[in-house]
């Protein structure tokens, strides 16, 4: 199920995969980094899980230096995790429509206005309210969504609409065919070049 950013740290956070990882109940089954950029840094990401059946429960990625030491957050960030038998991961691609729905805060990246500085923090301490108060709801509710009969009606009727829309497309294909070549046909004298 995609999540964006904030629930899926919510969820991670909420949850008990750091005593996990720390006590040794999920082992590394898989780690990689990105070469070091010009600045020292480099991305590093860890995929944990259950050294039994080694099926992946967490993905986590941070930024570290060449001596080891966490930066930019000091956090690892959660990017895919499978919680109570439901997979979370992030919304994909690199529109922009995309980006705000993976992290509302990514839309303006780098920048030097005060007030968008002001709202990205803001926007981070509710987020972080919300956590604590209430929960990761936006993943509560959209796998209620999907697991309803509700969703399954909607499924149903879009499928419908689709199929009907097909049909009348398939049924009108000759009539189609005959406007366009109406409107394609020379119309008058037309000069014949031998």
Same mark, same amino acid.
């Given at each position: 199920m995609?999540?964006?950013a904030?629930? *899926?740290?919510?969820l991670?956070?909420?949850?008990d !995969?750091?005593?996990?990882?720390? @006590?040794?109940?999920?082992? @590394? *089954?898989?780690?990689?980094?990105?070469?070091?950029?010009?600045?020292?840094?480099r991305? #590093?990401?860890?995929?944990?899980?259950r050294p /039994?059946d &080694?099926f992946?429960? #967490?993905?986590l990625?941070?930024?570290?230096?060449?001596?080891?030491?966490? +930066?930019?957050?000091? +956090?690892?960030?959660?990017?895919?995790?499978?919680?109570?038998?439901?997979?979370y991961?992030?919304?994909?691609?690199? /529109?922009c429509? =995309? =980006?705000?729905?993976?992290?509302?805060?990514n839309?303006i990246p &780098? /920048?030097a206005?005060?007030f968008?500085?002001?709202m %990205?923090? =803001?926007?981070? %301490?509710?987020?972080? !309210?919300k956590?604590?108060?209430?929960?990761?709801?936006?993943a $509560?509710?959209r @796998?209620?969504?999907?697991t309803?009969?509700? $969703?399954?009606g909607?499924?149903?009727?879009?499928?419908?609409?689709v199929?009907?829309?097909r049909?009348? &497309?398939?049924a +009108?294909?000759? !009539?189609r065919?005959?406007v366009?070549?109406?409107?394609?046909?020379?119309?008058?004298?037309? *000069?014949?070049l @031998?």
């Amino acid at each position: 199920m995609t999540v964006d950013a904030w629930t *899926l740290k919510c969820l991670y956070n909420r949850s008990d !995969y750091p005593q996990r990882i720390e @006590s040794g109940e999920f082992v @590394s *089954l898989y780690e990689k980094s990105s070469k070091p950029r010009a600045n020292g840094e480099r991305t #590093v990401q860890v995929y944990y899980g259950r050294p /039994t059946d &080694r099926f992946l429960m #967490v993905r986590l990625q941070w930024f570290e230096n060449a001596e080891g030491e966490i +930066l930019r957050s000091g +956090l690892k960030e959660p990017k895919h995790m499978c919680l109570d038998g439901i997979d979370y991961h992030m919304h994909g691609g690199d /529109t922009c429509w =995309q =980006q705000f729905r993976r992290d509302p805060t990514n839309v303006i990246p &780098r /920048t030097a206005n005060n007030f968008v500085i002001c709202m %990205k923090k =803001q926007y981070g %301490k509710w987020r972080r !309210y919300k956590c604590n108060r209430f929960g990761p709801v936006e993943a $509560y509710w959209r @796998s209620w969504w999907f697991t309803s009969g509700f $969703y399954g009606g909607y499924r149903d009727s879009a499928d419908s609409v689709v199929r009907r829309y097909r049909r009348a &497309r398939k049924a +009108l294909k000759p !009539y189609r065919s005959a406007v366009r070549r109406f409107f394609s046909e020379p119309r008058g004298p037309v *000069l014949a070049l @031998s």
